[in-house]
């Protein structure tokens, strides 16, 4: 079972480095340039792995700090409503409501995948900068 990289545009490898894997032949070396002539690669691992050396991005963050950058840009996604409704869920009346410091109601949102988005959000995300 491999990751669908072939229709994406940006790829994120977090703590992973999927072109030096233990199989024989991995997918992502077949894929790879392909990959890079259409989409921005980054990685984020305190090592410079193959992947991180041949990703556009490489964010060296420090071990058991990486939780801190996941947060913020779940902070950023939401606070500029950048997520994909389709899949996530949107509020019932189409206005993002997750603003800065704010608490938000859970039923102003309707969630399809996201299982508790706006709970996450009320207790953990709208204080976070």
Not at 49 to 73: C, F, H, N, R, Y
Request: hydrophobic fraction near 40%; proline fraction near 3%.
């Amino acid at each position: 079972r491999q990751y669908d990289v072939r229709n994406a545009r940006y790829v994120i490898c977090w703590g992973a480095d999927p072109i030096a894997t233990n199989r024989q032949v991995s997918h992502y070396n077949n894929v790879w340039g392909e990959l890079l002539s259409r989409a921005k690669v980054a990685t984020v691992e305190p090592r410079l792995s193959a992947t991180a050396a041949k990703s556009d991005e490489w964010m060296p963050v420090i071990p058991g700090q990486d939780g801190a950058l996941a947060v913020a840009m779940a902070h950023v996604v939401l606070t500029k409503g950048l997520w994909n409704r389709e899949f996530v869920g949107d509020f019932v009346d189409g206005q993002n409501r997750f603003k800065v410091g704010e608490m938000v109601d859970e039923a102003a949102f309707r969630d399809n995948h996201a299982h508790g988005l706006v709970k996450w959000w009320n207790y953990e995300l709208k204080d976070r900068t």
